[in-house]
């Protein structure tokens, strides 16, 4: 019974590298299985496909969330794209509101919690799996997933709680309350607290002990192997210095330097492809002939199709509401302008920079093809493509970066780290939202969680811990299966103010400042 | 003529070197005084979620502070000399941000002391006199 959890656990895909130390290995083995026998009915449901088929009913969940709001929403991501980008820039902020939080400001946090190893690594597992064709299925995803970001974020706005002393907290948990009370719909308290429980979980696990796994790994594949516990230490005092000693410093280079390496990302692949202008046309026609014939990888177009949506929202996290927690803080008279600014969120982090790193592992010739059929060759096992050098998930997008440039491989370990780094941030605000939610505020409740979270810093880094990892992924799905209920009790409030605002702009009582 | 002039104040020596030359030239012509007080502010740049959480509570306490610490002081000490004098605090980018308080108070000149950079210093970050005498709507007059 233990070995059918441990399977079940196992064969959820995640980009995990191995990296227990030997002397923790009985240890290691101990948790895994405990862990693995308490937790795997919960890993193999949320993960589980439809019968009879390979595809996670998950993905459809998110999938079809993000197809029906694009569709209520009357192709909002489109129609609004414009003065989305109109209210980045501060157009129709009043000069007043200076020294508040800005709409830029709100978009930048909360994409540095998301801009990631989704970017880097899962894109790389995407493409090495579903081949160039999960590109397009990615980009597609991404597209619709703007419309999800739009619902919860206007929400998170709305139903936020403003403190006497200024302080704001929003989230999925106050628009389920407040937002579910007003409507006269019951369980609203209920959600909340399903909700804050998988959002700690959530923090505990895809938030932390998988961004310091990678750490660690993308760290020993730079300067060789060494325990796991030690970059555990290191990271973990680095951010119960932020998180606890307030110690802002630390935090503020890292939110500076984040926005500066994704950008540097995006332009060294921009350098890429332009090197190999003449391969771009060939890339996309890679892309489209893979997503709809498949092209020999396994699953065909539905092996591509499953990769591409799956990656799209593990990385955007566009459902999942923990964006509705990052841009409730905006100043804003409007909930719905800090919809229409979270969804460049799912643009930038899947339909930009996704793409960038399909586009240069594809460009660059990782995938190996024979000549004579336009087939990928597949490895032993036939389940992903062959790739030179016989790279895969993060290595495969170093790989393809250092072709062109040798030395990126040490930019990209220094990225991912930083990448790993802000999201621990990120979802130790999350997960402290959803903890204060339950159990109230106070210096000792939000301490506590702290510490734990530190904690799993530590245990994070420092060994495979497999189907714990697994476990936590399976709980920032599961904040998704809780929210998009809600997202769609709620979405006739969205749709009231989006038909308000957009009136009101249209007549000119809603005008830009400058 | 009534003649306004807008001081940029931020409590440093050389500041107050500029509005001592601007309170006896209000003096002299029978003008106002407008003390003007910028905190550095862009907003574009990046805050992690607490921060973000707490801006607004943040800003009240940097407004409350700036008042209290840096204009009120002025005002009471100018309050007897004869000149009207009255104030301005602000967010945003110090020298567009004092270009609109000029142009909104309608006012005939700005007047800045001097930071004392040169060199190096000022290629790397700029100064504020540099700047305000490209963008000023009205005359500058930098005092050392």
Known sequence: MKNLFRAAAIAVPATLAASAPAMAQSLDQTINDGFASATGWFVSFIFSPFPGTTFPWIVAWLVIAATIFTVYFGLIQFRAFPHSISLVKGDYSDPNDAGE????????????????????????????????????????????????????????VKYRNEYEDGTVSGGPMYYMTKGFAERGLPLGRFMAILFSVFCILGALGGGNMFQANQAHAQITNV?????????????????????VGGLKSIAKVTEKVVPIMGVLYVLTALVILLMNANMIGWAFGEI?????????????????????????AFSNEAGVGSAAIAHSAVKTKEPITEGFVSLLEPFIDTVVICTMTALVIIIT????????????????????????????????????????FPFFKYILAIAVILFAFSTMISWSYYGLKAWTFLFGEGQTKELIFKVIFCIFVIIGASASLGPVIDFSDAAIFAMAVVNIVALYCLMPIVKRELESYMSRLKSGEIAKYH | ???????GYDGS????AALDFSVSLAKAEGGSVVVAHVLEWSPYSFLTPQELEERH??????????????????????????????????????????CKIAKDEGADQIVIGRTGHSGLATRIFGSVAGSLAQAAPVPVTIVP
């Open chain 1, 365 to 404: 010739g990782q995938l190996v093809m024979d000549a004579n059929t336009g087939m990928y060759l597949l490895d032993e096992g036939a389940s992903t493509i062959q790739t030179v050098g016989d790279n895969k998930g993060v290595a495969l997008t170093s790989a393809a970066f250092s072709s062109a």
């Open chain 2, 13 to 16: 020596q050389s500041a107050q």
């Open chain 1, 101 to 156: 939080v800005s709409h830029f400001q709100a978009l930048a946090t909360a994409l540095s919690g998301t801009v990631g190893l989704g970017n880097i690594a899962g894109v790389a597992v995407a493409v090495g799996i579903g081949g160039p064709g999960a590109t397009f299925w990615m980009i597609l995803a991404g597209l619709m997933g703007m419309a999800s970001k739009f619902t919860e974020c206007t929400l998170g």
């Open chain 2, 1 to 7: 003529m009534s003649r306004k002039i807008v001081v």
């Open chain 2, 57 to 98: 509570k943040r800003r009240g306490e940097e407004l409350e502070r700036a008042e209290t610490a840096v204009l009120k002081p002025i005002v009471d000490k100018l309050s007897g000399s004869g000149v009207t004098v009255s104030t301005a605090l602000k967010y945003g980018h110090i020298t567009d941000t004092l």
């Open chain 1, 223 to 243: 300067v060789g192997e060494f325990p796991g516990w030690i970059t555990g230490i290191v990271f973990a005092g680095i951010v119960f210095a932020v998180i």
């Open chain 1, 288 to 312: 489209f002939r893979g997503a709809f014939t498949g092209a020999g990888v396994a699953g065909g177009m539905v092996g591509a199709l499953i990769q591409g949506f799956k990656r799209a």
